[in-house]
Nanobody, 129 residues
Framework: EVQLVESGGGLAQAGGSLRLSCAAS????????IGWFRQAPGKERERVSC????????YYVDSVKGRFTISSDNAKNTVYLQMNSLKPEDTAVYYC??????????????????????WGQGIQVTVSS
């Protein structure tokens, strides 16, 4: 069974940095993409960033490009989201999420016609102005 355990997050001031980690276990193949959604109060959950650990391809939503960096430590089965130059609008609950078995890598994660198969429990990120 796939399990996702998130850590990091917390409180930061605008312009500051935080790093999220997602430790994944239980995968039986490398046909998956893993990344982060976020959901702010009163807003829909949105895709933020993902990575394909098998080939390193990445995706970022426009609002975080140049500020957030996703990376994967395959030896530790852990994905990191380094968040720099944080803004108050980055405040949200961040969820680690996996799309598996599509054969399309990050496309299978980004394209909403494909299913997100696994979710983490969510972790709060709060950015004060």
């Amino acid at each position: 069974e796939v399990q996702l355990v998130e850590s990091g997050g917390g409180l930061a001031q605008a312009g500051g940095s935080l790093r999220l980690s997602c430790a994944a276990s239980g995968f039986t193949s490398d046909d998956y993409a893993i990344g982060w959604f976020r959901q702010a109060p009163g807003k829909e959950r949105e895709r933020v960033s993902c990575i394909s650990p098998s080939n390193g391809s990445t995706y970022y939503v426009d609002s975080v490009k140049g500020r957030f960096t996703i990376s994967s430590d395959n030896a530790k089965n852990t994905v990191y989201l380094q968040m720099n130059s944080l803004k108050p609008e980055d405040t949200a609950v961040y969820y680690c999420a996996v799309s598996a078995g599509t054969g399309w890598g990050i496309i299978g994660w980004v394209d909403p016609t494909y299913k997100i198969n696994y979710w983490g429990q969510g972790i709060q990120v709060t950015v004060s102005s």
